[in-house]
């Protein structure tokens, strides 16, 4: 999940949301898991756009 979203979205990441991600990645996996599926709600320090990218779960590819 976090490798896919890493994939999909970096290419046009500048400083300040590298280093959002760099900090994202600091976080337990659990809490990481339910902020991506809406189970509770991230911290302050992760909410807004980035938060809301990783949450829409449309990096991820599909077998079609």
Known sequence: MIGGFFDRHAD???PEEID???TFLEEQDVDI???ALGTQV???R?????MREFQALDYIKHPE
């Open 12 to 14: 046009h990441w500048g």
């Open 20 to 22: 959002w991600f760099e």
């Open 46 to 50: 992760y909410q807004g756009a980035m």
């Open 42 to 44: 991230p911290p302050e």
């Open 33 to 35: 898991m339910a902020w």
